[in-house]
């Protein structure tokens, strides 16, 4: 099991990090990742990814995870396309999927990310639920974020996984929170 250490830090008026009404700030291992959830979602740690419930379990609906990968420096990442990626890793679900969504490409001048969003049989609840699968890479930094969801939940958690993509910083490290002010 991967060792993770839950911190929680109150930073300057004059950080430079904001987050949107109604959201926070996530960082991992110094900056590695850093994007924003909703204030009211728990922040549990799991085997391999950190997990966002919107309700504490077993009466969540939604579950949000990341996990990260350090990519060995001196490699020329490009040549390997994240939508390839994100075709072979999704298509190794076991979860018994029973459809997918077109592949969604994201460049910007910090990272760039792929997604698509696939459906399955729940094995719990006999019903479908919804799975959104993101593979992000900048820095030497590789992320994975999922987010699993009840269709019925779709309005609501589009604004979450809008915000999270639009807020997701990778490779911005910061040695100690509260002394650096950031841009």
């Known amino acids: 099991m991967a060792r ?16 949107k009404p109604g959201y926070q700030i996530f960082v991992a291992d110094r900056g590695a990742v850093r994007f924003d959830f909703p204030k009211t979602w728990e922040v549990r740690p799991g085997d391999d990814s950190i997990k ?3 309700k504490p379990p077993p009466n969540d609906d939604c579950l949000l ?14 040549a390997l396309p994240l939508a ?6 999704g298509g190794k679900d076991e979860r018994g999927i029973t459809g997918r969504g077109e592949v969604v490409t994201v460049k910007r001048l910090d990272l760039e990310l792929v997604w698509n969003e696939s459906w399955f049989t729940d094995p719990t609840e006999h019903r479908t639920a919804c799975s959104r ?13 999922t987010l699993d969801f009840w269709p019925e939940d779709v309005d609501r958690v589009n604004p979450v996984w809008e915000e999270v993509l639009r807020s997701l ?14 841009h």
Do not use: M
């Open 65 to 78: 995870q990341v996990s990260l990968i350090h990519l060995p420096p001196g490699i020329d990442w490009t």
């Open 133 to 145: 699968l993101c593979f992000a890479r900048g820095s030497n930094i590789q992320a994975c974020v």
């Open 4 to 19: 993770w250490t839950r911190r929680v830090d109150r930073l300057k008026d004059d950080h430079g990090w904001t987050a």
């Open 52 to 54: 966002f419930y919107d």
């Open 84 to 89: 390839t990626v994100l075709r072979e890793v």
């Open 169 to 182: 910083r990778l490779g911005d490290y910061v040695d100690d929170p509260n002394s650096r002010r950031l």
